[in-house]
């Protein structure tokens, strides 16, 4: 038994795994007439109205999260940013 028969499994797990970190990250912070909107990576939006906090869910699939992140990725290694 050869153990690379697993590494394009094991490969697609870190991908996804370092996809939800990602996901997590905060993309923007706006501020207007005391709403602090936040989106994140993965694009959920939280608003903090006067600490009333709401919240927009995106619940991208696995595959969409995965999609976004290498596109980021690739568009992020272009410009010289690692």
């Known amino acids: 038994m050869v153990m690379t028969e697993y590494?394009?499994?094991v490969e697609k797990q870190r991908v996804l795994m370092e996809a939800e970190k990602?996901?997590?990250?905060?993309?923007y912070i706006h501020t207007n007439n005391?709403?602090?909107e936040t989106k994140f990576m993965n694009g959920d939006?939280?608003?903090?109205?006067?600490?009333?906090?709401?919240?927009h869910k995106e619940k991208p699939t696995?595959?969409?999260l995965v999609?976004?992140?290498?596109?980021?990725a690739s568009d992020r290694s272009h410009y010289g940013k690692s």
């Open 62 to 64: 696995k595959q969409k």
């Open 45 to 55: 939006i939280k608003y903090d109205r006067d600490g009333r906090i709401s919240w």
């Open 34 to 36: 005391g709403v602090i």
């Open 7 to 9: 590494t394009d499994e």
């Open 22 to 27: 990602w996901a997590k990250g905060i993309k």
């Open 67 to 72: 999609t976004k992140f290498l596109k980021w």
